[in-house]
């Protein structure tokens, strides 16, 4: 399965080291979706690039989408196209089989309060040591699918490509019309 990933990149830097493509970035993590950082670090990826560009403009909805809104820490923002082996196996959190198994109703895997969603993730990530994510829906469009994957699969993963977001980039485009920003 072919994932991607909107991060910070350094062209410098190899995959799996920082700011690079398979990079676990736990020094920065405690604020997300499935972050326990104490216990494990995760990647954020998607089915799709619209989905996980979209994560990293939503801030600047209402105002003009300019170059310098494409960096994160002086670094560009970039799109990795990254294999999950067929093989590693993801808790389907859009499963209503899964979720009656793990005593997890919906509007408590939507929500966007952490302190609900985190304690969940440390959860499944004990009880389920195979496991090498959590598949979810994206909360901006239920159809785009979002995975988290656990640093523990790390070995699961290959990195296929890495781009840097233009203004031009059609899945920058594609994000941008669906939060009516314009390109300056």
């Known amino acids: 399965m072919i994932l991607h990933r909107c991060f910070a990149w350094s062209r410098t830097a190899a995959p799996d080291a920082a700011d690079g493509a398979l990079w676990f970035p736990r020094v920065f993590q405690g604020e997300g979706r499935h972050d326990n950082p104490d ?8 089915d799709r690039p619209v989905s996980c560009i979209v994560e990293q403009i939503a801030a600047f909805r209402g105002q003009r989408l300019t170059a ?9 923002l970039a799109v990795a196209d990254i294999e999950l082996d067929a093989g590693a196996r993801l808790i389907d959190l ?12 919906p509007s ?33 469009e239920a ?18 490509s890495v781009r840097a977001l233009t203004l031009e980039d059609a899945a920058l485009l594609e994000a941008a019309e669906f939060f009516g920003l314009r390109i300056a």
Request: glycine share 4%.
């Open 94 to 105: 859009d499963d209503p089989t899964v979720l009656r198994r793990e005593r997890l109703r």
């Open 108 to 140: 408590m895997v939507a929500t966007a309060q952490r302190r609900i969603t985190q304690p969940q993730s440390l959860a499944l990530h004990r009880r389920h040591a195979e496991a090498a994510g959590i598949r979810w829906w994206s909360r901006w």
């Open 143 to 160: 159809l785009w699918v979002n995975v988290t994957v656990f640093d523990r699969a790390a070995s699961a993963l290959a990195l296929k």
């Open 68 to 76: 310098s809104l494409l960096r994160r820490r002086g670094l560009p």
């Open 39 to 46: 216990v494990y670090g995760c990647l954020y990826l998607a």
